[in-house]
């Protein structure tokens, strides 16, 4: 499966953005799907995850509360809604699918990766 990341962009602090995975090739709702992010100067953390059929979510502690993740397994996409963006969220955003069950935390989990979609907040 291929995998396109949308939707970044320059946001103000506490606003809001949703970005976008859309995924082509064999049948999304095989996939569970993790997006990662990662800082200038910083390792690839993990943001959140979707299982194949969207009834289980994951979130980093950073993000809880603030992102959710959804999916329209029709329109082959999954989405990541994030409001009361911070500062600390600037990064380059990177969505990834993975064949197993569950939603993992890992990236080492999920084989194939977006391209990446740039988020950056302003104060």
């Known amino acids: 499966v291929q995998l396109q990341a949308s939707g970044g962009g320059l946001v103000q602090a506490g606003g809001s953005l949703r970005l976008s995975c859309t995924a082509s090739g064999r049948a999304f709702s095989n996939y569970a799907v993790g997006w990662f992010r990662q800082a200038p100067g910083k390792e690839r953390e993990f943001v959140s995850a979707i299982s194949r059929s969207g009834g289980r979510t994951q979130f980093a502690d950073s993000v809880k509360g603030r992102f959710t993740i959804f999916r329209d397994n029709a329109k082959n996409t999954v989405f990541l809604q994030m409001n009361s963006l911070e500062l600390e969220d600037t990064a380059v955003y990177y969505c990834?699918?993975?064949?197993?069950?569950?939603?993992?935390?890992?990236?080492?989990?999920?084989?194939?990766w977006g391209q990446g979609t740039q988020v950056t907040v302003s104060s």
């Open positions: 990834a699918a993975s064949t197993r069950a569950g939603c993992s935390r890992s990236a080492s989990r999920y084989g194939n």
